[in-house]
């Protein structure tokens, strides 16, 4: 039973566009929540991370917002680049010290 | 700062046979995990170690995978014996007690054949 779930395998999004990467979870107790981006024939590589009492955290270019009533976060990348072509991994944890859930992966392709 | 590191990057052997994995954590990291993907799946957790103790191996699919950190540094994972199924990318990761972020290394792609 997938308590991390990423519904869309792949997205293309046009460079320059926004993209958004969805993720919703089951595990109410989860209160961390944190964006992977993994490049081929390298490991996963942190990006951005939400604690349960916010809303929305932003970075540069990136941003997650968290939704815990519908259980879902997302995360808005704008404008895309070509160079954010990767994986995306979204990864959930209760307390900070039990394991990454992990879900599937969103494969991005930005198309120049 | 070194990474973490992992060896060997990629192994195929035959339905059967033994393999072991290393990982070198991040120097001071006392949190070591082992992640395993599946193609086409979720990155799924295997083990957790603080120092050289287990302290979660839920994720261990069976016995035939054996995972020790003697003295609390390197680490590594045997398979014994390697099932098709075992097939995947195996990761590590570390992490500095009291600190969220894991670092993780670049993966062993284990093929079995």
């Known amino acids: 039973d997938q308590q991390v779930k990423q519904n869309s395998p792949s997205l293309s999004v046009q460079e320059g566009r926004i993209s958004i990467l969805n993720c919703d979870y089951t595990?109410?107790?989860?209160?961390?929540f944190l964006w992977y981006k993994k490049y081929p024939a390298e490991g996963p590589t942190f990006l951005i991370s939400?604690?349960?009492?916010?809303d929305k955290n932003e970075d540069g270019r990136f941003t997650v917002f968290l939704n815990k009533s519908a259980k879902h976060l997302s995360l808005h990348i704008v404008p895309s680049q070509p160079g954010d072509s990767a994986v995306y991994f979204c990864a959930a944890s209760n307390a900070g010290n039990t394991p990454l859930v992990f879900g599937k992966g969103t494969r991005l392709s930005v198309i120049a | 700062e070194a990474g973490v590191t992992q060896f060997p990057s990629h192994s195929v052997i035959e339905k059967g046979q033994t393999v072991t994995l290393r990982c070198d954590p991040i120097?001071?990291?006392?949190?070591l995990y082992w992640y395993r993907r599946v193609m086409g799946k979720e990155i799924k957790f295997l083990l957790h170690?603080?120092?050289?103790?287990?302290?979660?191996e839920s994720g261990m699919p069976n016995n035939r995978f054996l995972a020790e950190r003697t003295g609390g540094t390197y680490s590594t994972l045997k398979v014994q014996p390697a099932e098709l199924e075992d097939s995947g990318v195996y990761f590590c990761?570390?992490?500095?007690?009291?600190?969220?972020?894991?670092?993780f290394g670049s993966g062993t792609r284990l093929t079995v054949v």
């Open positions: 170690f603080v120092k050289e103790s287990k302290q979660d």
């Open positions: 990761a570390s992490r500095q007690g009291g600190k969220f972020g894991y670092t």
């Open positions: 120097s001071g990291h006392d949190n």
């Open positions: 939400i604690s349960s009492i916010k």
């Open positions: 595990n109410s107790m989860f209160d961390y």
